[in-house]
């Protein structure tokens, strides 16, 4: 996974927010009274692009450039929701709340603008982190609105933008953290150090799924470093997975000690005619059988 240091230089990141600001006109979005606007990417990247996909979503809805917002990484709190990555969901799951996010901010920001000249909401219009009115082209900047705005109540059901409209949703557009991917500058999960952090190994059964009968650590535990011998339990949706965890003061002592750990496997409960040529076969078998059609839109 690639850390957040890795992108504050690319998008201008800063975990220090103004004197006074930002405002948290929305968990996703904050914006200072100088302008700078803040999205809270909520996913993790671990090379698929979120750190810029989902803050995209985000930015077409509230009318800014990719250059003029900063990206942070979202810390665990429930108010950003899952924050895990996998199974392909980032997008396809986000698509319309961090849309919406974006949407609801913009309207609040143009009812803000709106109420200052005394006019109609629809006299005005929100681009580039500014609210214009139509008749005059008089402005304020986001910074500007953000502190009345902000205490207004979220719009529930904000006018999402049609593909026709988008300007960075499906365009084309470098993303500013790949050169720190390619040049080693890149700080990632694995580099992050911190005082007192602990090391973990992780030995898995040679079978998937199988479960831990016993764990013969004797000789684990005589390796300099090494502080504790663990037995995992990972819940799953069909089935829960078993592993043994090596914790140690650094990672040289806590793979050593996955190296000398004994463990004796049950894969009983699995069925014993799997291997790999076996399954291989049946994909093969299976693919020549007509499928089950999962979604059919016109005539054949």
Request: with cysteine; hydrophobic share 40%.
């Amino acid at each position: 996974m690639i850390g957040i240091d890795s992108v504050a230089k690319a998008y201008n990141i800063s975990g220090t927010p103004a004197i006074n600001g930002p405002f948290e006109i929305s968990p996703f979005i904050l914006i200072d009274p100088d302008n700078t606007i803040t999205v809270v990417n909520p996913r993790n990247d671990m090379g698929q692009g979120t750190i810029h996909s989902v803050p995209a979503m985000i930015a077409e809805e509230l009318n800014v450039t990719l250059d003029m917002i900063r990206i942070i990484q979202s810390d665990g709190k429930s108010k950003y929701g899952a924050q895990t990555s996998g199974g392909s969901s980032s997008i396809r799951k986000l698509w319309i709340p961090l849309r919406t996010v974006g949407a609801a901010t913009k309207e609040m920001l143009i009812k803000t603008a709106a109420k200052r000249w005394g006019v109609s909401e629809n006299e005005c219009y929100a681009s580039e982190a500014k609210v214009f009115r139509k008749v005059t082209g008089t402005n304020f900047t986001y910074g500007q609105l953000v502190e009345e705005a902000s205490r207004l109540d979220i719009p529930p059901n904000p006018i999402l933008k049609e593909e026709k409209d988008f300007t960075i949703i499906g365009k084309d557009f470098k993303r500013k953290e790949i050169p720190a991917r390619t040049n080693g500058k890149a700080v990632y999960g694995i580099d992050v150090n911190l005082p007192g952090m602990l090391y973990a190994s992780i030995l898995h059964s040679p079978m998937i799924f199988g479960k831990v009968v016993s764990i013969d650590d004797s000789e684990v535990l005589k390796i300099p470093g090494v502080l504790h011998v663990l037995k995992c339990e990972r819940k799953m949706i069909h089935r829960d997975a078993e592993s043994v965890a090596v914790v140690a003061s650094n990672w040289w002592a806590a793979n050593q000690g996955r190296s000398a750990l004994k463990v004796e496997w049950d894969n009983t409960t699995l069925d014993e005619k799997l291997d790999t040529d076996g399954y291989f076969r049946s994909c093969y078998e299976f693919v020549q059988k007509e499928g089950v059609n999962h979604r059919e839109i016109g005539m054949r």
